[in-house]
């Protein structure tokens, strides 16, 4: 790996400890960058095209991992409501609740319905019209 080979000791450790913690200074901290200097190192490093690169290869297999698809969420649903129906103690809720937003993070669930929009028009005495019809349609029932 020739982006491996140029980081530095320091530099590789810090790009384990960013793929375990997410946080810039904690991680150039945890690599062995002083106190004073880790917030401008972690800057620094998060900007370096090779440093990227190692992050992004290191993260690759969690990615795959934690991959959610809408059949994932479907099997979840399907299991929730088996447990919630087996066991009387079972809080069904906030397993759902949770399920949900995964979903919505994957784009399902999605309550927007798109209604096609329509333009008529119609002069004063049309309308009138309509509406007299409308009135008398819905006083007559």
């Known amino acids: 790996m ?3 080979e140029k980081l530095t000791i320091k530099q ?17 901290k945890l690599a062995g ?3 004073k200097t880790a917030f401008v190192q972690s800057t620094e490093n998060l900007r370096k095209p090779n440093i990227i690169k ?4 290191l993260l690759k297999p969690e990615i795959k991992a934690v991959q959610i698809t809408q059949e994932f969420i479907l099997q ?5 409501a088996e447990k919630a129906s087996s066991d009387e103690f079972y809080n069904a809720s906030g397993v759902n609740k949770a399920i ?4 919505k993070h994957i784009g399902m669930f999605n309550d927007k319905v798109e209604a096609p929009v329509v333009n008529v028009t119609i002069n ?14 819905y006083f007559s029932e």
């Open 100 to 103: 949900e937003l995964l979903g």
């Open 76 to 80: 979840k649903l399907r299991e929730n």
């Open 2 to 4: 020739p982006n491996r």
């Open 12 to 28: 590789e450790r810090f790009c384990r400890e960013y793929v375990k913690t997410g946080h810039g200074t904690n991680s150039a």
């Open 54 to 57: 190692e992050i992004e290869r």
């Open 33 to 35: 960058y002083s106190e």
């Open 124 to 137: 004063q005495v049309e309308f009138k019209a309509a509406i007299e019809g409308a009135r008398l349609e």
